[in-house]
């Protein structure tokens, strides 16, 4: 093992990783790169921080990943780094760690009785025999790995318990390593979205972040209801998904999304995020003069064609603005498409008398604004439904299970760490006069002062064991 110690520090890149001074740097840049990703916004939120940079300042933001660092390849090196010199600053340290363990204990030892307090010796009239198996009794009670030598210094009883505090240090190595490796696991294999899901609608993709490109779930997401409550001055006071989750068509599980209380479906977890209103039903009447008094009524949803009556001819709603350029009220914009293929668009407004005492009438004779455009029809607005969708978060990441691990791990390697000790304890029993005099001596590999109370009342109870002879006999 000297050997092998000895081959690893003769390895410059060996003496590089296991150095200290090189998980300080390490930690100072982390510390650093942490206080900057707090300080800048990240991701979606860099766009208004950005907006305020210099061009040559922004180039430097993106081209060192700033605005998303936490995925950044020199952060993730930087984990990677600090984990590498963890495991070797442990395997570095580990083998006088494990003489520690392994060292034989020796009973008959005399040093650690020298300079011992008067109180932690005292006399009894008893033989030494006896003496010796009730300290042997109160030995294995109170300890581990109980041994007894007889010599001509006396008989000596050695008693040990926390031997395996040594490895609480590397408990706390080891909670940190799996701490670093789930944050990598996460950064790499986990995903972080949205999506806006309409009332009543059902997606099966999201998406992403990062690359803004669509993320196939594996499932489906239903939108049952939304459901939004406001407080009197109109701010929101709570709002409310309720999902349904489907697999192969089926309702697997469902439950209420809000904010602040998260659903997890396939290790996916979904966040109540924001809420908004989109078209529903579009309310149309569509007349073939301004005249006449025939029309025809219809609902239409925003995107899908339908027929004009009477010719081959197609229209839809392309766009829909609830107040167009703020004063213009509801509006939407209609596209038809004729049996020839030549496309005309233009506005439809839903009060287009109360317009027309506004503005000028020849505003409304150019062919957007002219509700009478494609002849020999005319459209007119009634209403727009609007309705609700729900906005989400979507995240997986798979290296939380790991990061809980390693916290738990990390708190009971500091409890190995802090309070435990490796506490070994010495009685020797020798002839003095015509009594038998027992001495009471120890050492712990850390808390000296607790090790002082341990002896103490280790003194007090073998003194317990001998009731009649008197403590100073």
């Known amino acids: 093992m000297a050997k092998f110690s000895s081959n690893k520090n003769s390895n410059l890149i060996w003496r590089f990783f296991s150095s200290v001074k090189l998980t300080l740097v390490l930690l100072i840049i ?8 707090t300080l800048i916004p990240q991701q979606e939120g860099a766009v208004q921080f950005a907006r305020g940079l210099s061009p040559g300042m922004f180039q430097v933001f993106s081209s060192l990943n700033l605005f998303d660092m936490y995925h950044s390849s020199w952060f993730r090196i930087i984990i990677a780094l600090l984990a590498l010199n963890l495991i070797v600053c442990s395997i570095n340290r580990l083998p006088a760690t494990l003489k520690l363990f392994q060292s034989p204990p020796r009973a008959d030892r005399s040093k650690p009785f020298e300079n011992l307090p008067p109180e932690r010796n005292f006399s009894v009239k008893r033989d030494m025999g006896e003496v010796g198996d009730l300290v042997t009794d109160f030995l294995k009670r109170q300890y581990k790995r109980v041994e007894a030598k007889n010599s001509p210094k006396g008989n000596f009883y050695y008693g040990e318990k926390g031997r395996y505090s040594y490895f609480g240090v590397y408990l706390v190595h080891l909670s940190v390593l799996v701490i670093l ?12 979205a949205y999506v806006n899901i309409a009332e009543g609608d059902t997606v099966d993709t999201v998406a992403l972040r990062q690359k803004m490109t669509p993320k196939k779930l594996g499932f489906s997401v239903h939108c049952e209801k939304f459901i939004v409550e406001f407080y009197e001055n109109g701010a929101p006071k709570e709002y409310r998904s309720d999902l349904r989750f489907l697999s192969g068509g089926k309702v697997v599980q469902q439950g209420s999304l809000l904010v602040n209380h998260p659903i997890t479906f396939n290790g996916i977890t979904f966040y109540q995020s924001s809420y908004g209103t989109i078209p529903g039903k579009i309310h149309l009447k569509i007349s073939k003069t301004e005249n006449t008094l025939e ?12 027929s004009l009556p009477g010719i081959k001819a197609q229209f839809q709603v392309i766009q829909v603005d609830d107040n167009l350029k703020g004063m213009m009220g509801p509006a939407a914009m209609i596209s038809v498409r004729s049996e020839q293929g030549d496309e005309m668009k233009f506005w439809v407004f839903q009060h287009v008398e109360m317009l027309r005492k506004r503005f000028p009438e020849v505003m409304f004779r150019a062919p957007i604004l002219n509700p009478s455009s494609f002849k020999p029809y005319t459209f007119f607005l009634e209403k727009v439904e609007n309705q609700y969708y729900t906005g989400l978060q979507v995240a997986r990441d798979p290296g939380v299970s790991l ?16 309070f435990t000790s490796h506490r070994r304890v010495w009685v020797r029993v020798s002839k003095s006069k015509d009594k038998t005099q027992i001495s009471v001596a120890g050492n712990a590999n850390k808390n000296p002062v607790g090790m002082d109370r341990e002896l103490e009342q280790v003194t007090s109870k073998l003194q317990d064991l001998f009731i009649g002879e008197g403590k100073n006999a």
């Open 181 to 192: 490796i789930g944050g990598i696991v996460g950064s790499l294999f986990g995903f972080e």
């Open 295 to 306: 029309t025809l009524s219809t609902e239409v949803e925003q995107g899908k064609p339908f």
């Open 403 to 418: 990061v809980w691990l390693g916290c738990f791990v990390m708190v009971g390697g500091f409890f190995v760490t802090f």
């Open 30 to 37: 982390l510390a650093i790169a942490s206080v900057l990703g």
